[in-house]
């Protein structure tokens, strides 16, 4: 299925010109227990719905910025510039 997505700086481009990095996820803390490291490591939300996601413009810009998108639709309600100092999902 092909949508649009806006890049932040490029505009609206075809999909399939982006890499999908996953939805967002909260890193733990300095000290997590095995159990929230594997958590945050092996296991994803995977909701039925709105969700905020890490995109990249591979074949445009090559900016990392995040995306909220309806998982039934592919509706992106929002794009958004990431917080400085996490410029990418790594
Ligand atoms: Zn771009």
């Not at 075809?14 to 996953?22: K, R, S, W």
């Not at 092996?42 to 039925?48: L, P, S, T």
């Amino acid at each position: 299925m092909s949508f649009l997505l806006s890049c932040p700086f490029c505009g609206p481009r075809p999909v399939d010109e982006y890499a999908y990095f996953g939805e967002v996820t909260k890193r733990p803390g300095p000290s997590p227990t095995l159990r929230e490291l594997t958590d945050y490591v092996y296991f994803r939300d995977n909701v039925a719905g709105v969700q905020r996601e890490w995109w990249q413009h591979r074949s445009g810009c090559g900016e990392w910025f995040l995306a909220e998108r309806d998982t039934r639709t592919n509706e992106v309600l929002e794009v958004i510039l990431p917080e400085p100092g996490r410029n990418s999902p790594a």
